[in-house]
């Protein structure tokens, strides 16, 4: 008995299929002739005729060129069309809020930046969030109503059981009860959120480093320390969205903090976050320290140790190194994961030498031996996960063709 029009094997869900392979092989070629989409997808001439007109008329590509200095005649290239969507994404720190757009292809179309204001209410930080897609969608030259989806990257995580702002109390504003909903009001578009560090894991994982790793721990180390766990290739959140705050785990050579949340210090990022560099610094004898964001001097530290290489600046790096081990043995302890990415300015910082450093203590400290790399996506990282968070679901709808 023929099944209904919809239904797994029927030809409208076949044809659906291959339209969808064909879309995201010229998602990563970029244009292809029709002979080769057929010899990339098994589809006869034919069939692969009939697919790319279906997907023209659709508006998903268009005609783009011909191939040239082959043999034979010319063929006709095609490539996804990038305006038939728009996504964007907001990357939001105490400092300020980094919003961009891009078309459907993956390429920035538009990007704006506001500062964060000192005090926030609920209702200026709606405010703020719709300045800065407005500020990015402008840029773009489009209206707000193109944007197929929103993804806001924050610190901490909005807990699914209350809708709360949990793990960021540096955040102001951002923790009213409400905040989700009022959000939701004002943008025309489906919005989600989703913690910063796990937006970078994201990234790396589409465009980077850990590229074809199922199982990877990503430490970030910037404003401040955390980690993205990636398990089975899906990002492990927790119950309450706190996976991966490890900046709240004790661990040896600082001070036993309780109730960390409310004093908001202690533990792996009193000993290895960023602000912990430039104390080092001093504590060792080095002069010189520069002034500003500890984020900023600490990546500014851990650049001039590996480039000026003297006694003290190798004691620098081997002691930053022995404290990120320090909390990394006990993750790898627990997740035996492949791979660890290293991310954030006061990582990305030290290259090949901090991360072999960092390598061979946990080598020492460890029974699991991950592979440890250095982050590759390193313009913008959250900002880069929170689009390719929002493409990734634009082109799940977009790119259907069944319906």
């Not at 005729?49 to 011909?66: D, F, I, K, M, P």
């Amino acid at each position: 008995m023929a099944g209904t029009a919809g239904t797994p094997g029927t030809p409208r869900v076949l044809r659906a299929m291959n339209d969808r392979a064909a879309l995201d092989l010229l998602l990563t070629h970029g244009p292809l002739s029709r002979t080769r989409i057929g010899k990339l997808t098994g589809l006869s001439k034919p069939t692969a005729s009939q697919l790319l007109a279906r997907l023209e008329a659709a508006g998903l590509v268009l005609a783009t060129g011909t191939t040239e200095g082959r043999p034979g005649p010319n063929a006709q290239l095609y490539e996804v069309n990038p305006a038939a969507a728009y996504a964007a994404g907001l990357d939001v720190t105490p400092e300020r809020i980094r919003a961009a757009v891009a078309d459907i292809t993956g390429r920035t179309v538009g990007s704006h930046e506001l500062p964060t204001p000192g005090r926030q209410s609920a209702k200026t930080v709606v405010q703020h969030v719709t300045d800065a897609l407005d500020g990015a969608v402008k840029a773009a030259g489009l209206a707000r109503d193109d944007v197929h989806r929103l993804v806001i990257g924050t610190p901490g995580a909005f807990d699914p059981n209350t809708g709360r702002l949990r793990y960021a109390s540096h955040l102001p504003g951002w923790h009213a009860a409400g905040l989700l909903h009022e959000l939701a009001a004002a943008l025309p578009m489906p919005v989600e959120y989703e913690n910063d560090v796990n937006l970078v894991a994201l990234a790396e994982q589409r465009l980077g480093a850990a590229r074809d790793h199922a199982d990877f721990v990503l430490l970030w180390n910037e404003g401040g320390l955390g980690a993205a766990l990636v398990l089975g290739g899906r990002l492990h959140r927790g119950w309450t969205g706190g996976a991966g705050e490890v900046g709240f785990l004790p661990v040896p050579g600082v001070p036993l903090v309780r109730q960390v949340t409310k004093a908001n210090s202690g533990g792996y990022q009193e000993l290895a976050g960023s602000q912990a560099i430039p104390r080092l610094a001093l504590e060792i004898g080095m002069s010189g320290i520069p002034t500003g964001p500890y984020a900023e001097v600490a990546a500014a530290l851990v650049e001039r140790a590996v480039a000026e290489d003297t006694v003290l600046h190798r004691l620098l790096l081997q002691t930053y190194a022995t404290r990120l081990a320090t909390g990394l043995a006990s993750l790898v302890s627990v997740l035996d994961p492949e791979l660890v990415v290293l991310s954030g300015a006061s990582l990305t910082a030290g290259g090949e030498v901090l991360r072999a450093l960092v390598q061979a203590e946990l080598e020492e400290l460890a029974a699991s031996r991950p592979k440890l790399v250095v982050g590759d996506v390193t313009a913008h990282p959250v900002l880069r996960g929170a689009l390719e968070s929002a493409l990734s679901a634009t082109r799940d709808e977009v790119f259907d063709t069944s319906r």
